[in-house]
């Protein structure tokens, strides 16, 4: 009964050194809008305006973005887990590979098309949460068999 007494706490005391060292990972849930002043964008992705909502409740993590230009609006949305899962998708004819994981604080969306010639193309993007949470980077290689571009996405919480 003794030893049960002072293994107890130390055991307690142990377990609760360990979870106070495993850093929390950012949570990127808010509404952002993109600055394109601080963004470097190809051309396509010059909009009039770009909002990006997110809801992050680790491990789920969900994403929708919806630009407009000239009036018209173009929206684009994953649901995906941050644990690297790869998630497949059929549109049409192409086949679509998409993952999501940590590297670090930042999180990684990791997209391979395949083309029904068997062409591929990879879409990556590094999501960053700058300190203090008020913004919200996203680094995009885009590579094709034709079309290759990078964007730097910079985004400032609207809410969240």
Sequence with gaps: MIKRKTIGPAVLLASAVLAA??????????????????????????Y???????EHKEPIFRFHRASVKAGKT??????????GVEKVNKEGRMTEYNRLYWEGDSLVYSSRMVLPDGREATDTV???????????VAEEKFRGP????DNLWVA?????
Excluded: C, H
């Design 74 to 83: 173009d929206e684009s949305d994953y649901e995906l887990t941050t644990d």
């Design 146 to 149: 034709v079309v290759k571009y």
């Design 48 to 54: 009039d305006q770009t909002t990006i909502t997110i």
């Design 21 to 46: 060292s495993v850093p929390e990972k950012p949570n990127y849930s808010g509404v952002w809008m993109i600055n394109p002043q601080k963004s470097q964008l190809a051309n396509w992705a010059k």
């Design 126 to 136: 590094r999501y960053t949460l700058m300190p203090g949470g008020k913004t919200f």
């Design 156 to 160: 400032d919480r609207k809410a969240g």
